[in-house]
C-alpha cells in the first residue's frame, strides 16, 4: 500500500475529509509539483508590448514549477509560449519584456526565432551534427479562457476541456470587456498549505462567522455551489439596495440579483466575478506550509468598480488567511483526526479533494 496514498469517499454523506499529512508532508507537497502542477493549465500572465511583435519573460507557478517561460507575438500576430531556457548552456535567453523580432541570448549570443526556431550561434563552425532541432527553444501548449493566457507543461487534457462547462455556464459574462488594471495587482503571503487556502475558498459555510461584513451584503440562505468536472461555481445573491448582476433570459440565473460569482479552476486558481468585473487569485505554493496567493483586477465596468469598497476584498482576504493559518496549525496537532463533510454546503470541497488524490493516485 502506498503510504501517501489518500482515499475520499465518494458520498460525500460517508466521506471524511483528508488526514493532516495531505498539508504538512514534504513527501505529498513534493508529488503534487509533478502530479498535480506539471500536469494541469496553469495561468500564465506576461505582459508584452500592447501591438506588434515582442517578447515577455515570466514564470510559470513560481514556487511550485518555477518554470522560466517566454511569451512572444510573430509579425502576423501569433503568440507562442516558448521555454526561456537557452539551448546552449541554459541561461534565461530574454530578460525583460520589449518588442523584438527575435531572441537573443545574453550569456553566448545564441539567437532565436520568435517561433523558438534556432537561428544562429557564434563560434559553432566544427560542431558535428549541428545544429539540430534539439537546439530549438521548445514550445508549450498556450490556450485562452476569455482574456487569460494558460500554459501547461504535461496537460492531461485540453483547457477547452478543463474548464469548457465553466465556460458554458457564465458566457453571459463580459469576457471580452475585461481590462487588467496592473495598478491593482497585490500578492499576499501566509503560513499554510495551498489547498488549505482551496478549502476555505470553496465554501460559504464560513462566511458569517468570518466574514462579517460580506454576510451583510449576501442572502446566505439562497448561496449556491454547482460542481463541473474540473472546476466548481458557487453562486451568491445580493441583498436589495446592494450591487447585482441582473443575467439575461440565456443564463440559468435569469431574474435573480447576483453579487457575484466565485468560480474555481483545478487545481489552485479563483475567478471572482462581480458586476464590475473580476478578482483573479492565483494560489502558488511556496512550501508544504507557505502559500503566496496573487491577486489581479480586471474591469469590465469603471464606473461600477469606483463605487466599489475596494477595501472590503482585502479584509476579507486577510479574515482568509488568518483562519486558514489557523488551521494549518490544528493539521500540526497530534490530536486531530479526519473531519467530515457538511452534505449541503461543502460539496465543492469534496469535489477538490476527490480531484486531488486522483491526480495523486
Ligand atoms: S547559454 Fe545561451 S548562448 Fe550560451
Ligand atoms: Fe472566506
Known amino acids: 500500500m502506498d503510504p501517501l496514498r489518500i482515499d475520499i469517499h465518494p458520498d460525500i454523506r460517508k466521506a471524511e475529509t483528508p488526514p493532516s499529512r495531505l498539508y504538512t508532508d514534504p513527501a505529498i507537497h513534493d508529488r503534487q509539483r509533478e502530479l498535480v502542477f506539471a500536469r494541469t493549465w496553469q495561468y500564465a500572465r506576461a505582459d508584452l508590448p500592447a501591438s506588434g511583435p515582442g517578447i515577455a519573460p515570466f514564470t510559470l507557478l513560481e514556487g511550485a514549477l518555477s518554470e522560466p517561460?517566454?511569451?512572444?507575438?510573430?509579425?502576423?500576430?501569433?503568440?507562442?509560449?516558448?521555454?526561456?531556457v537557452c539551448t546552449h548552456r541554459g541561461a534565461l535567453v530574454a530578460q525583460k519584456a520589449c518588442a523584438a523580432t527575435s531572441l537573443t541570448c545574453a550569456y553566448h549570443g545564441r539567437r532565436f526565432g520568435l517561433d523558438g526556431s534556432f537561428r544562429s550561434a557564434p563560434e559553432f563552425q566544427g560542431a558535428e551534427h549541428f545544429p539540430t532541432h534539439r537546439e530549438d527553444l521548445r514550445a508549450l501548449a498556450l490556450e485562452r479562457f476569455?482574456?487569460?493566457?494558460?500554459?501547461?507543461?504535461?496537460?492531461?487534457?485540453?483547457?477547452?476541456?478543463?474548464?469548457?462547462d465553466l465556460r458554458e455556464r457564465l458566457s453571459h459574462l463580459p469576457f471580452d470587456r475585461l481590462v487588467h488594471d496592473a495598478s491593482r495587482d497585490r500578492t499576499f503571503e501566509f503560513a499554510a498549505n495551498w489547498a488549505l487556502y482551496c478549502d476555505n475558498f470553496?465554501?460559504?459555510?464560513?462566511?458569517?462567522?468570518?466574514?462579517?461584513?460580506?454576510?451583510?451584503?449576501?442572502e446566505f440562505e439562497s448561496?449556491?455551489?454547482?460542481?463541473?468536472?474540473?472546476?466548481?461555481?458557487?453562486?451568491?445573491?445580493?441583498?436589495?439596495?446592494t450591487a447585482a448582476f441582473t443575467p439575461p433570459p440565456s443564463s440559468p440565473d435569469h431574474g435573480k440579483r447576483v453579487a457575484g460569482y466565485y468560480a474555481w479552476v483545478f487545481p489552485n486558481l479563483m475567478l471572482n466575478f462581480y458586476p464590475w468585473?473580476?478578482?483573479?487569485n492565483l494560489v502558488e505554493p511556496r512550501g508544504v506550509d507557505r502559500t503566496r496567493v496573487r491577486f489581479e483586477t480586471w474591469i469590465a465596468d469603471r464606473a461600477a468598480f469606483e463605487f466599489m469598497d475596494v477595501g472590503e476584498l482585502d479584509r476579507i482576504e486577510f479574515e482568509d488567511e488568518a483562519v486558514v493559518a489557523d488551521v494549518q496549525r490544528g493539521m500540526r496537532s497530534r490530536l486531530h483526526v479526519r473531519g467530515r463533510y457538511a452534505p449541503a454546503r461543502e460539496t465543492a470541497v469534496h469535489h477538490f479533494h476527490r480531484l486531488l488524490v486522483a491526480a495523486l493516485a
Open 69 to 84: 517561460l517566454v511569451l512572444t507575438r510573430d509579425e502576423a500576430g501569433t503568440e507562442r509560449i516558448l521555454s526561456n
Open 277 to 280: 468585473g473580476l478578482s483573479l
Open 146 to 164: 476569455g482574456p487569460l493566457r494558460f500554459a501547461a507543461l504535461q496537460p492531461r487534457h485540453s483547457l477547452a476541456e478543463h474548464t469548457g
Open 223 to 241: 448561496y449556491r455551489t454547482e460542481l463541473m468536472r474540473h472546476s466548481s461555481l458557487q453562486i451568491a445573491l445580493a441583498r436589495p439596495g
Open 202 to 218: 470553496l465554501e460559504g459555510l464560513h462566511i458569517p462567522y468570518v466574514h462579517p461584513s460580506l454576510n451583510a451584503t449576501i
